[in-house]
């Protein structure tokens, strides 16, 4: 089969690489399509946080596909403006733990120097709790067991949270305000 049999909206290759993606959960891949300058063609872009495993996808993937020309492999990254909210959503949530007396406390957190993730580390381990943590972190954040270049509680207790709120639903989440642009 030719590419120009496919329509230019989006990629042949597509289900193949999301099978790769769900038998590999670990490398938080996020997949992008995107048409190619001129609209012929889609490329794929799959973007994943960690270097050894964007590599590792690099040489497991395009052999499962039909158009490996047409797959861009991207150490993927949030946006400063991002990290810093979530960042700030943890500290936050650091300085109120004593008040909301919860049974597991945020330790220590930072961000990877490579992949700009927010990580986190726990007092004890408590599967349930580091969940929640990483999903309500939109992707953007990692609970650790041991930790690394921790921001010290001293930092998290002088941090005043101006433009965040308690969400009614988890006593844990800090919901950050976006300023509005008008």
Avoid: C
């Avoid at 193949?16 to 001129?38: F, K, M, Y």
């Avoid at 012929?40 to 960690?50: C, E, K, T, W």
């Avoid at 953007?140 to 639903?169: C, H, I, K």
Wanted: aromatic fraction near 6%.
């Amino acid at each position: 089969m030719r590419y120009g049999e496919v329509p230019a909206t989006a990629s042949p290759d597509l289900p193949v690489v999301r099978q790769w993606v769900e038998r590999n959960p670990d490398t938080d891949a996020r997949l992008t399509e995107n048409v190619e300058h001129g609209g012929d063609r889609v490329v794929l872009a799959i973007s994943i946080p960690v270097h050894e495993e964007m590599l590792r996808a690099r040489i497991e993937i395009p052999p499962l596909v039909q158009f490996p020309e047409l797959l861009r492999f991207r150490r993927w990254q949030p946006a400063e403006q991002e990290t810093e909210w979530t960042l700030q959503w943890v500290l936050g949530l650091m300085r109120r733990q004593e008040e909301l007396r919860l049974p597991t406390r945020v330790t220590s957190t930072w961000p990877h120097p490579v992949s700009g993730l927010i990580m986190i580390t726990l007092d004890r381990i408590d599967p349930t709790y580091a969940a929640e943590l990483e999903a309500r972190g939109n992707g953007l954040t990692s609970v650790r067991p041991e930790p690394e270049n921790p921001v010290p509680l001293a930092v998290a207790g002088a941090w005043s949270p101006q433009d965040r709120v308690p969400d009614a639903e988890s006593p844990t989440w800090v919901t950050v305000e976006k300023p509005r642009v008008s």
